[in-house]
Nanobody
């Protein structure tokens, strides 16, 4: 499985941004996908996750109501719509895929910088 993120950039507080994660390879083995955020000097943390089967979603408390995770199965792409961005949202965002084989794959990350 290969994951390629895109869509990061430099924005101002209050702006919106949409991240994309294009998936290729053995996608039929994926049972869940998610977005993680790694702020400068901090550990990587889960932002949002979406299940492959029923499309159910879960979010970190810090982004509830501001971010939306979604997928387009026809395009093999997952998205993270980010709204009302805050400076603390700055960091690298990674796409993650969890397989039925219990293996996990990561993308290379995309940088998001939010200025106040």
């Amino acid at each position: 499985v290969q994951l390629v993120e895109s869509g990061g950039g430099l924005v101002q507080a209050g702006d919106s941004l949409r991240l994309s994660c294009e998936v290729s390879g053995n996608t039929f083995k994926i049972n869940a996908m998610g977005w993680y955020h790694q702020a400068p000097g901090k550990q990587r943390e889960l932002v949002a996750v979406i299940a492959r089967g029923d499309g159910s979603t879960n979010y970190a408390d810090s982004v509830k109501g501001r971010f939306t995770i979604s997928r387009d199965n026809a395009k093999n792409t997952m998205y993270l719509q980010m709204g009302s961005l805050k400076p603390e949202d700055t960091g690298v965002y990674y796409c993650n895929a969890h397989l039925t084989t219990r293996r996990t794959y990561w993308g290379q990350g995309t940088q998001v910088t939010v200025t106040s």
